[in-house]
DNA sequence: CCACGTCCATACAGTACTGTACGGTTGACC
DNA sequence: GGTCAACCGTACAGTACTGTATGGACGTGG
C-alpha cells in the first residue's frame, strides 16, 4: 500500500518550514515527525542529530536560493535591466515566507551564523559587480550595493510584520517600480 | 545583607535581552532566574505565567522604543532636518541589539504580533506624516514612508547579519550622510 | 524463497522546562 | 517586639523533547 516512505528531502523542506515560523527552537524532531506523519524513528535513520537536520536544511536553501536567483538573472546582458530585474524577483517573490527574517534573528546560532553569512556576502558582491558594471567606482558600487541589500532585507521583513499594508505597493505597478527604481538608487 | 531583591523591572530587562537573542522561546523561566540569580519561586510571585512575562516587557519595549525616539525628534521644526536626525538616531542607536529582528522573526506569535503591528503601523504614520510636511501629497508620502522604513529595518537586520561589513559605512561619516540621504529618499 | 538493505515503530532513559503549593526570611511600621 | 506584606527557596507533578537500542515490515535481487 501507500505507506508513504519519506525522503530526506521531505525532512528538510518540512525543518525550513518550521524554522521560518518558529525559529531555531522550532526545528524539533518530535512535532515534525507529527507533521509528516511518522515517528522519530524515520528521523533518526536519515539523519544522526538535530543539528544535521538544521545544518542541510540551511545548506540546501543556500544553495537553492542563493545560486538559483543570481543565475536567472546573470544571463541579462545591461546592468540597469538586470538589477531591475533581480528586484522585482526578490521583492515580489518569497519561496519559503519567512525564512530570512528568522535567520537574521538566530544569528548568533552556530549553525546559522556561517551560511547567513555566506548568503549575505554573495549576494552583496553580486550586487557590487552589478553596479560596478554600471559605472560606479569600487568604493560607491560597494555602499550602493549595502545600501540596496539592506533595502530589500527591510522589505520582506516588513512584508512579514505588516502583510496587508504592502499589497497597496505591489498590488501597484507604478508603485512597484517606484519601488525598484529606489531600491537600485540614484546611478546617474 | 545584600540579597539583592529583584523588581519586576529586572524580569522585563533580562526578558528583553533573552528575547533579541534566541527568540520567543528563549523567554523561560528558568534560564532566567538562573541569569538573575534567583529560583522560579521570585518569577512566579511577580508574574502569572510565562506569557505574562512576554507581553510586559514587550509593552514596556514599545512605550520606551517607539514613544521616546519620536518625542526626541518631534520638536525639530524642519522637516527635512527631522528626518535626517531621526534616520541617524535609528541607524546609529540601538538600546536592545537584535531585538526587532527576533520580533519580526516572530511575527505569527499570539503575543508578538499586535505589538509588533501597533509599532509599525505608529512609525510609518509618523513618517508619512514628515514627508507630507514636505511636500508630497498623501498617497506619495505614504509610499515613500513605506520605502524608507523598510530600508531602515533592513539595515538594522544586516548590521545584525554581517555586523563587520558595515563599520565601514557608519565610521565614515560622508559614507553615512550618504545613507541616510538614501534612506530619506527622492523628495524634491 | 530467502537473505539483505531500506525504512520505520516502539520502548527506555535522561534532560529541561512549566505551574502550583507551601514554607521560610526579611524589613517596615505600629 | 510583634505583625504583616513583600519576596524568595524548595518540593512535587506534569509535559515535551532528545538520543539510543532494538525489532519488525517491506521490497528487491540471487
Redesign the pocket.
Known amino acids: ?1 501507500d ?5 530526506k528531502q521531505d525532512w528538510l523542506t518540512a525543518a525550513l518550514g518550521a524554522l521560518a515560523q518558529g525559529g531555531v527552537s522550532a ?5 515534525l ?1 507529527q507533521q509528516l ?6 528521523f ?3 539523519f ?4 544535521a537536520l538544521l545544518r542541510d536544511a540551511l545548506q540546501w536553501w543556500e544553495q537553492q536560493g542563493t545560486i538559483a536567483v543570481i543565475d536567472q538573472v546573470a544571463s541579462i546582458a545591461d546592468p540597469r535591466d538586470k538589477l531591475r530585474e533581480l528586484f522585482r524577483i526578490a521583492i515580489t517573490e518569497d519561496p519559503v515566507s519567512g525564512l530570512e527574517p528568522a535567520l537574521v534573528a538566530h544569528a548568533d546560532d552556530p549553525v546559522v551564523a556561517p551560511i547567513l553569512r555566506r548568503v549575505t556576502e554573495r549576494r552583496v558582491a553580486f550586487l557590487t559587480e552589478a553596479y560596478a558594471e554600471l559605472g560606479l567606482p569600487a568604493t560607491r558600487a560597494r555602499r550602493q550595493a549595502l545600501v540596496a541589500y539592506s533595502a530589500y532585507v527591510g522589505w520582506i521583513q516588513l512584508r512579514r510584520a505588516t502583510p496587508d499594508a504592502l499589497p497597496e505597493i505591489v498590488g501597484d505597478p507604478e508603485a512597484l517600480a517606484y519601488l525598484v527604481d529606489n531600491l537600485i538608487g540614484p546611478t546617474g
Chains 1, 2 share one sequence.
Not at 505507506?3 to 525522503?7: D, G
Not at 526545528?27 to 512535532?31: C, G, K, T, Y
Not at 506523519?37 to 524515520?42: I, K
Not at 544522526?48 to 543539528?51: K, L
Open positions: 500500500m505507506v508513504a516512505r519519506l525522503s526545528v524539533a524532531v518530535v512535532p515527525a506523519g511518522v515517528t522519530r524513528g524515520s533518526y535513520w536519515h544522526t542529530d538535530r543539528t
